[in-house]
Nanobody, 122 residues
Framework: VQLVESGGGSVEAGGSLSVSCAASGRFVSRYFVGWFRQAPGKEREFQAG????????WYTDSVKGRFTIFRDNGKNMVNLQMTTLKPEDTAVYYC????????????????WGQGTQVTVSS
């Protein structure tokens, strides 16, 4: 499985951004896809996840109501729409794929993209 992120960029606090993850490879539909972020000096943290075929979603508490994860099966993409962004949302955002549905720790994920930077200024 290959994952390639796109999107991100810079925005002022309160603004919105989207990041996208294009997936390719065999049996990609069997994987749970998650979005993580890693700020400088911090660990990589789970933000949201979605089952590829089932449409179930998971969010960490700090982004509930602000972030929305959704998939476009026709394009094999998983997108993360981020609204009401805060300076503390600044990080490199990664998408990842896991065989375990509902996985929420980085160690459970088998495949990773290269990451895309999101910067929120105050």
């Amino acid at each position: 499985v290959q994952l390639v992120e796109s999107g991100g960029g810079s925005v002022e606090a309160g603004g919105s951004l989207s990041v996208s993850c294009a997936a390719s490879g065999r049996f990609v539909s069997r994987y749970f896809v998650g979005w993580f972020r890693q700020a400088p000096g911090k660990e990589r943290e789970f933000q949201a996840g979605i089952s590829w075929s089932g449409g179930r979603t998971w969010y960490t508490d700090s982004v509930k109501g602000r972030f929305t994860i959704f998939r476009d099966n026709g394009k094999n993409m998983v997108n993360l729409q981020m609204t009401t962004l805060k300076p503390e949302d600044t990080a490199v955002y990664y998408c990842a794929a896991a065989t375990r549905w509902g996985a929420k720790t980085a160690a459970e994920y088998d495949y990773w993209g290269q990451g895309t930077q999101v910067t929120v200024s105050s």
